[in-house]
RNA sequence: UCCUCGAUGGCUCAAUAGGCAGAGCGGGUGACUGUUAAUCACUAGGUUGUAGGUUCAAGUCCUACUCGAGGAGCCA
């Protein structure tokens, strides 16, 4: 017999005479001559009460279903008599799949701390709060792949191992099958000759580049997968590992830009908002009171948008004491960033044309030969959710910027030559899935929203 | 990497002014014919993060280290 998910059962229209749960177990409450036992199986967030009386043949082993046990019900689904649940099963028999000895058994009844669970990663997603948490991450994993199909985007896979060494986006980490000591260069030459690609290797920090070059073949892409950076950041926005979404669209300009991001975001909210209402509202309910009202705003309400210009000026006027300065030609700090999101707009806002010195070779230069057409979206409580441009298609203008950069224009040299064949207006950003999550749910620490999330110094699991 | 705060049973925390280390939850045992993070009774469980120092006496004061959290920088 095959069993019967709980998120399905749950749903049942009528009785059914013989059903089987699988599931383990989160609460066992024992009364004379027989127990209730609650179960989850993580098809989502309720648990299914089922009724083990003495009349079950293996009644005796009750005494070992303890919380966290994994268990096999065979019985009848019924209508509930009790308050709390429609429907329960009348268990007919009783399987005991694996035990948890409860004097080890790290998780209660009761509510942990984030710290405590981070250290137990293996376990948590059998709690709620982490249970929900994972199938809202997989729910707008999918959204986002369903927004760029009906989009007419292609789904790219971008290289995770890159020989480029210098994306721009941070620190990276080498990848090397060079053993870990006595390793020395040839007399001419250097220590990678040796190695796997016979030249430096390191982990991807961003698939732009070659989303870039796709676009320019495939007109609208998106890449979805892990970047790694290796800064040593320790922050609860920051992570080693994390997985970014990258749309990057031919014959576009930055306005195109921060209208295919501000409809994203909605579309993603909505979704989950529409699919997931049972486990956001845990998240409403005990991580975060205000949840609703900034989602149902991110839905509603159009996102702000000012010039980088414009932002300075407003921040200049604000009457507030910046602990940073604020001027023209200097990057917006974390302050400045959550003042223009959490007090004057109060919502989402799109900050664009940014001074070109401190922002990345590859942004398209304006007019006004100051700014570069980059954009990056800011949220209440999380700052950054997303960064992009419009990227520089004139080769005489890109070469020129590769340079002021001071980086080696041979070193792009097929980046470059895109814009030698069919060059055209393209734009494309990277938003951090993680960030978009916490977004969603109201976490305040990346590394709750991720299932094993890699930081400095943390690599278990 | 810098700044601030913290570390006490399995978990979450308390311990006045330096003076006998406690509670709730969880665990164990028992009670209860419908419970809902069940309830009630009893019970076990600690070298106070590590190393050193001050003191008659240190969970409490001092030094170093380790780990954690928050803020900042870097960014997604």
């Known amino acids: 017999m095959r069993r019967t998910p709980i998120v399905d059962a749950l749903q049942a229209e009528e009785a059914t005479k013989e059903i089987k749960i699988c599931g383990w177990v989160r609460t066992r409450r024992d009364a004379k001559g027989f127990s ?5 199986d993580g098809s989502c967030l309720k648990n299914l009460q089922a009724i083990v009386d003495e009349s079950v043949p293996t009644y005796e082993i009750i005494k070992d279903v303890t919380t966290g046990a994994a268990v096999e019900v065979l019985g009848e689904l019924v209508p509930s008599p009790g308050k ?13 799949l694996g035990t948890a000895d409860a004097d080890d058994f790290p998780l209660q009844k009761k509510r942990h ?18 249970g ?13 792949h369903n927004f760029y199909r009906d989009k007419g985007f292609f789904n790219v896979h ?40 016979g030249r430096e290797a390191n982990l991807t920090v961003s698939g732009q580049l070659e989303a870039e070059l796709l676009a320019m073949g ?20 920051h992570a080693a590992e994390f997985w970014m979404i990258e749309p990057e669209v031919a014959f576009a300009d930055n306005e195109d830009n921060m209208d295919l991001a501000e409809e994203m975001t909605k579309y993603v909210v909505k979704h989950i908002l529409d699919n997931c209402a049972d486990d956001i509202e845990l998240f409403a309910k005990f991580v975060d009171k205000e949840l609703m009202g900034r989602l149902e705003n991110i839905i509603n309400e159009p996102f702000a948008r000012v010039s980088y210009t414009e932002a300075v000026e407003l921040l200049s006027a604000a009457k507030k004491k910046w ?41 398209r230069m304006n007019d006004d030969g100051k700014t570069v057409a980059a954009m990056d979206v800011l949220v209440p409580r999380i700052g950054e959710l997303i960064g992009g441009s419009q990227r520089e298609e004139r080769m005489d203008v890109l070469l020129e910027r ?19 064949f069919g060059s055209v207006p393209h734009a494309g950003f990277g938003m951090g899935f993680e960030r978009l999550l916490m977004l969603v749910t109201g976490i305040s620490n990346i590394r709750d929203v991720i299932p094993f999330p890699r930081t400095p110094q943390h690599i278990e699991f």
């Open 36 to 40: 209730f036992l609650e179960m989850n």
């Open 84 to 96: 709390g649940q429609k429907w329960e099963v009348r268990a007919t028999e009783l399987k005991l």
């Open 113 to 130: 701390s984030d710290e405590f669970l981070r250290q137990i990663a293996h376990l948590r997603p059998r709690t709620n709060k982490y």
């Open 132 to 144: 929900a948490t994972f199938r809202i991450r997989s729910e707008a994993s999918f959204a986002i």
């Open 158 to 197: 971008t290289p995770i191992l890159t020989g480029s060494d210098c994306e721009g986006a941070g620190e990276m980490f080498r990848v090397s099958t060079l053993p870990a000591t006595g390793v020395e260069a040839p007399k001419e030459g250097s220590v990678f000759d040796n190695d796997f690609f």
């Open 218 to 237: 495939l007109g609208k892409v998106y890449t979805f997968g892990p970047t790694f950076r290796a800064e040593n950041s320790n922050t609860p926005r």
């Open 323 to 363: 602990e940073f300065p604020v001027e023209w030609g200097i990057d917006l700090q974390t302050e400045h960033e959550r003042y223009l999101a959490e007090e004057h707009f109060k919502k989402p806002v799109i900050v664009y044309d940014y001074p070109k010195d401190i922002k990345a070779f590859y942004m």
């Open 402 to 420: 590769i340079n002021e950069m001071g980086q080696n224009p041979e070193d792009y040299w097929w980046y470059t030559d895109l814009r030698r």
